[in-house]
Structure formats: C-alpha cells, structure tokens
C-alpha cells in the first residue's frame, strides 16, 4: 500500500472524524469500550429561552471531563458555577466514575476550582504567551 501526507487547513468536523474513528477504533481494542457520553447544563434567560452560559461536558473512560463552564455576567457571585459544578459531580457519581477533569487558564478562575476540592495535575507555559493552562481533577467518593 502506497499513503502520501496532505496539509489542510481548516478542516471539516467530517475530515476530523475521519482521523478519529481508526484512533476510537484502536482505544477500543486496547482499553474496552470508555462509554462515551456528551451531556450539558444550560442557563437559559427566563423570558427568551436564550442559552446564557452552562456547563459542556462527556463522560470517556469512567472520567468526566468538563470541557466548557460559562457563568453569565449577571448571575456571578450567586454560587451558580458551584450550582453547576456540583451537578456535573452528581452525574459523574450517578454514571458511577471515578472522578473528574478539566483544564482552565491562569486568567479566568483557578482558584475557584481549587475552592471545589480540585488539585492541579499540570501546566503549560505560555499557552497563550505569558499566560498558563492550568489542568485539574478530583476523584469522587461515593455519597
């Protein structure tokens, strides 16, 4: 079999799955199925439905992984990023994981996560330049 290497910039959510798929594929064979689950919390207005911020994540490998967490402007500091933080934890339980993850930069609210009971794993510098990502977990115990 003959294969060539292609740049593309930009590519379609199609392409990456296609990328993907023998990767899921391999995973599979070598750790089980991980039981992938996507699921979100939203915060919508009350009068417009409109979708103000929430919480994005997926279960993988009795893990989950908080991959969004947005807390709108007027409803900060009225505890709903712990209100949201402690519901991806109960769905982490009730899925029966074994903790969670996720990764935050220096500049928006490590501290917050810290306050949560998470403990940081890692950190790359200067990503973005001059700045820290910062990666955090916290194992549950069941309540």
Not at 45 to 57: F, S
Not at 68 to 90: F, I, K, N, T
Not at 102 to 121: I, M, N, S, V, W
């Amino acid at each position: 079999m003959s294969v060539r290497i292609e740049f593309k910039s930009n590519p379609s959510e199609e392409e990456r799955l296609q990328i993907l798929e023998p990767l899921r594929a391999y995973n599979a064979a070598a750790a089980g199925d991980g039981k992938a689950e996507k699921f979100a919390l939203f915060v919508r207005d009350e009068q417009t439905d409109a979708v103000l911020g929430g919480l994005h994540g997926r279960i993988l490998y009795s893990w989950l992984f908080i991959e969004l967490l947005v807390v709108p402007e007027q409803a900060r500091g009225q505890r709903m990023g712990s209100q949201l933080m402690a519901m991806a934890e109960d769905l982490a339980r009730e899925r029966g994981c074994v903790g969670v993850w996720l990764d935050t930069f220096d500049f928006q609210a490590p501290e917050f996560y810290r306050k949560h009971g998470y403990e940081q794993f890692g950190q790359l510098d200067d990503y973005p330049p001059g700045h820290q990502r910062l990666f955090f977990h916290k194992r549950l115990q069941a309540q």
